[in-house]
């Protein structure tokens, strides 16, 4: 069964510092991966997602998350961190099973960018 | 094209009654998934539709249904509420959710449930 952990429910920054948000997954086959951010009292926007080619993937809002297949990771990244990217970010893994798509959610983690 | 839309967005119910909450897929795709999350769970999967069909099906009690109607319009239905049912319900769609490459689920903002 695939899994996605993010191992920090919180991660704060100080505005204009890059910032990571940590992923990790375990999959069967090829992972297809997903970033998402949930403002409050809002449904999950997509950021950016991983299915193959260049291991670093950019996104909206200047987001990108690099691919690690070796250390099955797919952290997020921004170079520079600002007050509007506090939110609750999600990472996915999407794989193919028995012919449908099925995704599993990691648990997020909360960024709060400190001006 | 217009987004994934739920109605109601908020909701008040008290334990023991049933509810039905409902979400239009963007127009053209078909697959539509519903989620619940609290804060002490987070995102979980309840169910799939696609083509008027449950694909799919998380580990929720039957009270917990769904329906997906021939235009992909979706209703979720929870019967003899608890107040453990408090939460964010969430709808997604995808074109078909099928095939090799995999495809962006775009989100509804959701509807949010209180059980008193």
């Known amino acids: 069964a695939q899994s996605v952990a993010q191992p920090e429910d919180q991660v704060n920054v100080a505005e204009g510092n890059p910032l990571t948000v940590k992923c990790t997954y375990s999959v069967s086959g090829n992972p297809y991966l997903f970033w998402y951010v949930q403002y409050p009292n809002r449904g999950l926007q997509f950021l950016l997602k991983?299915?193959?080619?260049?291991?670093l993937v950019k996104g909206s809002y200047g987001f990108e998350a690099e691919f690690n297949k070796s250390q099955t990771s797919f952290h997020l990244k921004k170079p520079s961190a600002l007050v509007s990217d506090s939110a609750l970010y999600f990472c996915a893994v999407r794989v193919l099973i028995g012919g449908y798509q099925k995704v599993t959610f990691g648990t997020g983690t909360k960024l709060q960018v400190i001006p | 094209k217009a987004g994934v839309t739920q109605t109601p967005r908020y909701l008040i119910k008290t334990r023991g009654q049933q509810v039905t909450l409902s979400c239009s897929p963007i127009s053209g795709h078909r697959s539509v998934s519903w989620y619940q999350q609290t804060p002490g769970q987070g995102l979980q999967f309840l169910f799939e539709y696609f083509s008027e069909t449950q694909r799919n099906k998380g580990n929720f009690p039957g009270r917990f249904s769904g329906r997906q109607f021939s235009n992909s319009r979706s209703e979720m239905n929870v019967s003899t509420l608890e107040l453990g049912d408090s939460a964010l319900y969430l709808c997604?769609?995808?074109?078909?959710?099928?095939?090799?490459?995999?495809?962006?689920?775009?989100f509804g903002p959701g509807t949010r449930l209180l059980v008193l």
């Open positions: 991983y299915i193959t080619g260049d291991n």
């Open positions: 997604a769609s995808s074109p078909t959710g099928t095939g090799a490459v995999p495809e962006t689920q775009y």
